[in-house]
Nanobody, 124 residues
């Protein structure tokens, strides 16, 4: 099991940017594909972005494509999500997750370990 801790959330105005980080401990992230999910109040947790173990393959939800960028630094055991042109509808708790194989995953059911989440609030 890998322990995941998200950081970097906060309050930002529409059109602004935030960079989320997810620090891992317990195991090397290089063994895992990783992903970001989000959950808004009253809604299901949804896929945002995913990245393969080496970073060569990525996937994005249509709602964030072109605005968000997922990346990883395996040497630092850290996952990132750069969020630009933020919209009020991006407001949610953002979670990072680890998948016990190397391929990109887009479904919650594919992920095995989860962080506690970080709140992102975008004001209009």
């Amino acid at each position: 099991q890998v322990q995941l801790v998200e950081s970097g959330g906060g309050l930002v105005q529409a059109g602004g940017s935030l960079r989320l980080s997810c620090a891992a401990s317990g195991r090397s992230l290089s063994m895992y594909a990783m992903g970001w999910f989000r959950q808004a109040p009253g809604k299901e947790r949804e896929f945002v972005a995913g990245i393969s173990w080496g970073g060569g393959s990525t996937a994005y939800a249509d709602s964030v494509k072109g605005r968000f960028t997922i990346s990883r630094d395996n040497a630092k055991n850290t996952l990132y999500l750069q969020m630009n042109s933020l919209k009020p509808e991006d407001t949610a708790v953002y979670y990072c997750a680890a998948k016990w194989d190397r391929r990109v995953g887009t479904s919650r059911n594919e992920y095995d370990d989860w962080g506690q989440g970080t709140q992102v609030t975008v004001s209009s």
